[in-house]
Every structure is written in structure tokens, then in C-alpha cells.
């Protein structure tokens, strides 16, 4: 939810910056140091590559079993 809580309160600045969200400790799993490691450095190979995605990443989760979600679907405008 943090991520959300930035956009919102940055909100319509000139020079808003990117914000990528994660989901972590999902069904109570432990948030390691690792895992924040491993979102700062994907956000910024996203920042360098300018692939900029709206997609929200589940860092320390089996993907395959949720496969493809794209919140953009649900929340319009980034």
C-alpha cells in the first residue's frame, strides 16, 4: 500500500518521479533484507532500460502460480 500512498501525495508535481510497486511477505512470509535489495535493483533496471511498467511486481512468491496480473487493468492512469 505504500506505493499508492506516494502516488498519491506526489501527485501532480512537475517532476513527479517514477514509483514501482512491489508486493512482498504476502500470506504472512518473512520481508528480508534480499527481497528489498532485489526491488530497488529492479526498479532501477526498469529506471535505465525507460521501460517504465505499471505492472506491480510479487517479489518472494511463486509467480507461476498466479500468472499474469497487470493492475493497469484496474487502476487507470498510472
Keep these: 500500500?505504500?506505493?499508492?500512498?506516494?502516488?498519491?501525495?506526489?501527485?501532480?508535481?512537475?517532476?513527479?518521479?517514477?514509483?514501482?510497486?512491489?508486493?512482498?511477505?504476502?500470506?504472512?512470509r518473512d520481508i528480508t533484507d534480499q527481497h528489498i535489495i532485489?526491488?530497488?535493483?529492479k526498479a532501477i533496471e526498469e529506471s535505465e532500460i525507460g521501460i517504465?511498467?505499471?505492472k506491480t511486481d510479487f517479489i518472494g512468491l511463486r509467480l507461476e502460480e498466479l500468472g499474469d496480473y497487470d493492475e493497469s487493468e484496474y487502476f487507470k492512469g498510472g
Design 52 to 54: 517504465i511498467s505499471h
Design 38 to 41: 532485489k526491488g530497488v535493483y
Design 1 to 28: 500500500m505504500l506505493s499508492y500512498e506516494l502516488k498519491a501525495a506526489l501527485y501532480g508535481l512537475e517532476n513527479c518521479p517514477f514509483i514501482k510497486g512491489f508486493i512482498v511477505g504476502l500470506g504472512g
